[in-house]
């Protein structure tokens, strides 16, 4: 979270991780073709030739305003391939709040797991666990027919019991609410440190 108090901005940062071809881009594509003109920044693909994101993606909304300061949403994803961890890092860095967004097919579930361990490695590095940290948990892909079922993703992955939300992101099902949960979270975090 970031005050600039010389705009009367408040700036908060908000990361799709997840294994790679999960669904990140896709979430911040259906959020950004949906919203106002006036409420967003442009959508910057840093993309390689295969159209996988290479460092990550980015764009920035408005929304309402918080204690009198307009509250100003940094929406990043992570690249997921393995081989791109210190661009995760860098990214998670600074970030308030994550969705993590896990690929329901079955034969995915050992690279949710994976990624899920490397989110938590790279949160420990900065002081922070998942028990304490706001993140909410997407399954997508739910109209493809080798879907794990709820209760097997929520039993292996949902430990911690955080809200989850199922999607069908190319469809836009499910992007909205899962976007709004983690911004209740970040959101709430910083009304009540401030009490
Ligand atoms: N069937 C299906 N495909 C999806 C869904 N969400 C994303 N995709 C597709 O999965 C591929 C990878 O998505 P992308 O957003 O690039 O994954 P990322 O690596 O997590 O950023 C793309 O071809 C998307 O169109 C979904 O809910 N269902
Ligand atoms: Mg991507």
Redesign the pocket.
């Known amino acids: 979270m970031f005050i600039n108090h010389a705009l009367n901005e408040i700036q908060f940062k908000i990361v799709y991780y997840?294994p790679?071809?999960?669904?990140?881009?896709?979430?911040l594509i259906y959020i950004h073709n949906n919203l106002d003109k006036s409420l967003k920044s442009d959508l910057i693909k840093i993309e390689t030739r295969e159209?996988?994101?290479l460092f990550f993606d980015f764009m920035q909304m408005e929304l309402g305003s918080i204690q009198g300061k307009k509250p100003k949403f940094n929406l990043y994803?992570i690249p997921?391939q393995v081989y791109y961890s210190i661009s995760r890092k860098l990214i998670l860095n600074g970030a308030d709040g994550i969705i993590f967004?896990a690929d329901s097919q079955r034969e995915r579930m050992d690279e949710n797991l994976e990624t899920l361990y490397d989110l938590e490695l790279n949160l420990i590095d900065s002081g922070e666990t998942l028990q304490t940290f706001p993140w909410v948990l997407q399954y997508?892909?739910?109209?493809?027919p080798n879907c794990a079922s709820i209760d097997t993703l929520e039993s292996r992955l949902n430990f911690l019991r955080v809200p989850y939300f199922t999607?069908?992101?190319?469809?836009g099902i499910g992007v909205i609410p899962t976007l709004k949960a983690i911004i209740n979270q970040v959101v709430k975090r910083i009304l009540v440190s401030a009490e």
């Open positions: 997840g790679g071809l999960s669904g990140k881009t896709t979430n159209e996988r994101t994803t997921g967004v997508n892909k739910r109209d493809l999607s069908v992101a190319h469809k």
